[in-house]
């Protein structure tokens, strides 16, 4: 159980990921570039560090502790230096206020497992479980494979939040301790998912036709559920979702448990502004309600089983 | 079994018309409740007034403060029409049972029967007595509440116990006289005259109420006789019949059963602020049975009287629990009054005790209750740890297995107790302040130095409080005798001794709401890491830097502001919230009444945080003057960083059957439910698996912060007025609360995801 992976963010009781109140844990660092990334301190698989510009009171304790001489003190707020600074953190503690925070820690397999047995009840009461999350918690199989097999030897759920996109033997590492496979598909067209997240669709489609044969070594398989992202400008499309819904239909029939469409939301722009950069949807309006509705309509017809089709986030 | 609702039953058009009464009142402000000052809020004891909220009259303050529209009264706006007349001030005024008797009958018997078109229940009344009696202790008690004060505690002793109305629907108010009369000639003929004098007093109640309820049958009759529409005449003979059958005689239908209630709450509530009153699909399945089974009535007509028992007043009803053989007491009777609620919704405090047997579709089915209507109610409650409490204080098993929930926080064995509940009060921070001063001066050499100080400032705070409760408590059956309570309680028209007296009901605890127990123990926590472990101030500095505000102190104000705090599921600071509050439980434990009973701390207190920041002055946990206090003991606004469970196991890691409640306040946004689904399914394990871990009371708001910000830029939209909030134990319409309450509201955690 020496395993460690570098964890970003907990959400506890979620309601969003899998069925019932579940602990979803966030793993550092991403294959993927979509153009709406709405966790983009999860991207990188190194440790970084962001300010909170409403909690600063200028104390430059940070400044005197960074031994990379990254941080400056400027007009704007605090400055840093992305290329000198390390992930190192040295300048969180001694900040006051913790206007600093190092987005990404090491945690053990025993640590986490920690995390999730003291909310055990609340899982049991109410059909939920752990996800794992990021980022990409497939470009770490070893630790989810090891943090899944001890999650279930306690009986507790386990999920599996993934892009598809990395190597199939990953996933091979991790499904025999998967009881449910969140799997994204985000766009049809390869040429335009390249576009919009920087890789192609094909081997994503390829591990999600592995996935629908695979099973545990008890004969077991894991359960699926699709997930598509209506970004409006990107994905949210009749075309593409009729598109994806004729390829559910056809290649997963029953496998497929559910289709969650989730509705664009612009929650992220402070975690880009934290990371000193600028997101590319800033100003982009949520997703029409009416479009949403139509939408549904259209993935209902396409999959042909409108009671596995849901759409979550619209407001 | 019938069928049983899973989405909110339809109200009729007579439902309707009597819930738009409802809300209209509200928002005039007919049913504000005001309290003396900031002061009252914070100690519960202003010097100024012993009644609780006095509109009207000599005791009403000019300087009074908003609650919320938490009365059950019906403001008219003008002073008691009759106050020259009260018999007090024509003959004289005297601390007796006797006396005070006598003014009563006098008022409720010149108080008019209200009665409205398409109501069959009815009942409403304008004035409570303490706008027409003073209501004064002697100057000693009075002496003896300034010095309590100066060391951060004060009280009032008055209503806030939960009578046993299975008492009086079964004898009626014929009944209740017949016994008092028959007790009140055995004490005289074995010459004990102050009971004797006492059940005179009674005698004089019971005769006052009854006359009062037959004003109605007149008043009803007199309407038919001048209504023209058929179907309304049809309400008001129904009106008449009922209020004249039971005015002498007791209660033989449901409809009976529940006017019944009505007018023992109007009876009682006009003598003071008011009570719990108890179980009410307990005390409602006789009747309901009893009717179902002749014929007489139909499952939905009987869920819209229970709907317009809660549409006359929201009071402090329970459902639930376990019966005296510890089985589950849920039956078709709580279904259908919790289905009244789901009906008519809006303004309630009604409450459902879970239990690890309660049958899983009713709590379900209440969990989903709250999730859809977002105001706290039904309150959730945890029937387990209310027993386990009643218990370990003392209570026998055949009181302990009835308890109810009654108020805010607490809980009563209905008839069975007078505990002084929820107007005591033991502000933590000034023993706090007294210790930091003296440790100081004494030159304290470690923690355990400084705690042994603290400890003795919060020895000396809670005697002061016991020496002025005993001196009320002298005086309280005197001064003001609750007698309408006493008529269903178990003891008083036995013994001829009010339930505010000795020796007169089986427990009498004086409960005490200790204020800002987690901004105490972030304090003391932050002191012990930063000056005695880490040396990196002096406990001086410390001083001075709160007595300034923490002026031009930033960077010292953050690193005590980021010490861990409670509420974080962190070792340390939920260490020593256990260790604050125990030890003000042990010290409160240790002290008499003398009743004989002990003190008992809430980890509640209702409305103090929000004005005491001022009056308290700033903290070493980091918080400014101007900030409220903790909220009971919810961790302070914006210190729980790990999200709601990590808060519920610092929470759970007190053991709340040694303390008489301590509420979990949750405020979530309505985008936590997933469109699709009952919201039942998720408020369900997520209430559940609080109770299995010990917790012992939710109050969930699902409301929007956009929706709150906007009524109170515009409150007078209608959808902006329907808003009901669950303030802290309490309900309140959000548009007539105070600014102050609104402002504190909105500020406190609203969780998307929990």
């Known amino acids: 159980m020496k395993e460690t992976a570098l964890l970003f963010a907990i959400h506890r009781l979620s309601t969003d990921d899998g069925p019932g109140l579940r602990n979803t844990f966030f793993l550092k660092g991403c294959a993927l570039r979509c153009t709406w990334c709405h966790n983009p301190e999860s991207i990188s698989p190194q ?27 400027t007009a704007q707020g605090l400055s840093i230096d992305r290329e000198r600074c390390t992930g190192c953190g040295k300048c969180v503690d001694p900040c006051p206020s913790k206007a600093i925070e190092l987005i990404g820690r090491p945690w053990t397999v025993e640590q986490l497992l920690r995390e999730a047995l003291a ?17 990409e918690p497939c470009l770490q199989p070893g630790f989810v494979s090891a943090f899944f097999r001890a999650c279930q030897a306690e009986g507790i759920h386990t999920a599996l939040d993934t892009c598809g996109f990395p190597p199939w033997k990953n996933f091979e590492q991790v499904l025999p301790h998967t009881d449910l496979v969140l799997y994204d598909i985000k766009e049809m067209n390869s040429e335009r998912h390249q576009r919009f997240t920087g890789v192609p669709n094909e081997p994503i489609l390829e591990n999600l036709l592995r996935i629908r044969d695979f099973r545990t070594p008890l004969g077991r398989y894991p359960a699926l559920w699709i997930r598509t992202p209506l970004i409006p400008g990107y994905t949210a499309t009749a075309g593409n979702v009729t598109s994806i819904g004729r390829f559910l239909a056809e290649n997963l029939g029953d496998r497929l448990e559910r289709w969650e469409l989730c509705a664009f939301n612009n929650l992220c722009g402070a975690k880009y502004a934290k990371l000193g950069s600028k997101w590319p949807l800033e100003n982009q309006p ?18 042909g089983r409108p009671e596995a089709v849901q759409i979550t986030g619209l407001v | 079994m019938s069928h049983h609702a899973s989405t909110r039953p339809p109200m009729s058009p007579r439902i309707q018309t009597i819930n738009r009464r409802r809300v209209a009142l509200n928002i005039a402000h007919k049913r504000d409740l005001y309290c003396d000052n900031a002061e009252f809020l914070v100690y519960h004891w202003s010097g100024k007034s012993e009644a609780f909220a006095p509109a009207t009259g000599e005791q009403a303050s000019s300087s009074r403060i908003n609650i919320g529209d938490h009365n059950c009264r019906v403001d008219t706006g003008m002073p008691y029409p009759f106050v020259d007349e009260m018999p007090s001030r024509q003959k004289g005024l005297a601390n007796t049972a006797e006396n005070w008797a006598q003014d009563y009958r006098f008022f409720i018997t010149h108080s008019p029967a209200v009665i409205d078109p398409c109501e069959r229940i009815v009942g409403d009344f304008h004035w409570q007595l303490d706008e027409a009696r003073t209501f004064r202790y002697p100057q000693e008690v009075h002496d003896l509440g300034y010095a309590a004060r100066q060391l951060g505690a004060g009280g009032i002793s008055f209503t806030h116990t939960c009578p046993d109305l299975s008492i009086g629907l079964k004898l009626g108010w014929g009944g209740l006289l017949s016994k008092v009369r028959a007790n009140r000639r055995k004490f005289e003929e074995f010459g004990n005259e102050e009971s004797a004098s006492y059940l005179r007093a009674a005698e004089d109640i019971a005769l006052g109420i009854m006359q009062y309820i037959r004003s109605y049958a007149e008043k009803a009759a007199q309407l038919e006789k001048a209504e023209e529409d058929a179907q309304t005449r049809g309400i008001y003979a129904e009106v008449a019949a009922v209020c004249s059958n039971i005015a002498e005689k007791a209660p033989q239908t449901l409809h009976e059963a529940i006017q019944w209630i009505q007018f023992f709450q109007i009876a009682e509530r006009m003598h003071g602020h008011g009570n719990g009153y108890g179980r009410l699909d307990q005390l409602l399945q006789p009747f309901y049975d009893a009717d179902i089974a002749a014929g007489r009535i139909t499952r ?21 629990g376990r019966n005296r053989e510890l089985c589950d007491a849920t039956c078709e009777t709580s279904w259908v009054c919790l289905e009244a609620f789901d009906m008519v919704g809006g303004y309630n405090h009604l409450g459902v005790m879970w239990h690890a047997d309660i049958d899983p579709k009713f709590w379900n089915y209440a969990c989903d209750v709250v999730g859809r209507h977002g105001a706290g109610c039904p309150t959730l409650l945890n029937y387990e740890l209310f027993r386990a409490s009643e218990l370990r204080s003392g209570y026998p098993e055949s009181d302990a297995w009835n308890v109810s929930y009654s108020g805010c926080q607490w809980y009563c064995s209905p008839g069975n107790e007078y505990s002084d509940h929820d107007v005591n009060c033991l502000v933590l921070v000034q023993p706090m302040q007294r210790a930091i001063d003296a440790a100081i001066e004494q030159n304290a050499p470690d923690f355990e130095a400084f705690w042994k100080i603290y400890e003795n400032e919060v020895d000396c705070t809670a005697n002061a409080l016991r020496d002025f409760k005993n001196a009320t408590y002298l005086w309280q059956p005197k001064v003001w005798p609750e007698m309408v309570t006493s008529f269903c309680a178990h003891g008083p028209m036995d013994k001829g001794r009010d339930i505010t007296d000795s020796r007169s009901v089986n427990n009498a605890f004086t409960s005490v709401n200790v204020l800002a127990v987690p901004n105490v123990s972030d304090s003391l926590y932050a002191i012990e890491q930063l000056v005695f472990a880490q040396k990196k101030y002096t406990l001086a500095q410390v001083r001075d830097a709160v007595a300034s505000d923490w002026e031009g102190k930033e960077s010292m104000r953050q690193e005590f502001l980021n010490t861990p705090k409670f509420g974080n599921d962190h070792e340390g600071a939920d260490a020593m919230a256990i260790r604050v509050s125990e030890q003000v439980r042990e010290v409160l434990e240790s002290k008499r009444n ?35 206090v903790a909220h009971g003991m919810n961790p302070m606004h914006g210190r729980n960083h790990e999200g709601m469970t990590a808060t519920m196991r610092s929470f759970c890691k007190l053991d709340f059957s040694k303390y008489q409640g301590g509420s979990l306040q949750v405020e979530l946004q309505p985008t936590f439910f997933p469109k699709e689904g009952r919201r039942g399914d998720l408020v369900e394990p997520f209430a559940t698996s609080f109770f299995q871990m010990g917790g012992v009371q939710i109050n969930l708001n699902v409301l929007s912060m956009a929706k709150l910000h906007a009524a109170m830029e515009q409150p007078d939209l209608p959808e902006h007025q329907e808003i009901v909030v669950k303030v802290t134990g309490y309900s309140a319409h959000f548009v007539v609360m105070d600014r102050k309450f609104q402002e504190e509201f909105v500020e406190r955690v609203n969780y998307k995801t929990l």
């Open chain 1, 286 to 303: 949520l997703l029409d309600p009416d479009l949403g509705a139509s939408l549904l309509e259209q993935a209902r017809q396409a999959l």
């Open chain 1, 47 to 73: 440790p970084e560090i962001w300010w909170t510009e409403r909690k600063c009171i200028g104390a430059r304790d940070c400044i005197a502790a960074c031994p990379e001489e990254a941080l400056t003190l």
């Open chain 1, 119 to 135: 909310e055990r009840l609340f899982f049991k009461n109410s059909g939920g479980g752990v996800t794992l999350s990021g980022g």
């Open chain 2, 300 to 320: 939905d007509e009987a869920r819209d009287l229970v709907g317009e028992l809660f549409l006359r007043y929201g009071n402090y009803f329970s459902l639930g």
């Open chain 2, 594 to 628: 003398i009743k004989g009973f002990c003190f008992r701390p809430s980890l509640f207190q209702f409305m103090g945080h929000t004005y005491a920041g001022p009056m308290l002055g700033a903290t070493p946990d980091g918080r400014k003057r101007r900030e409220p």
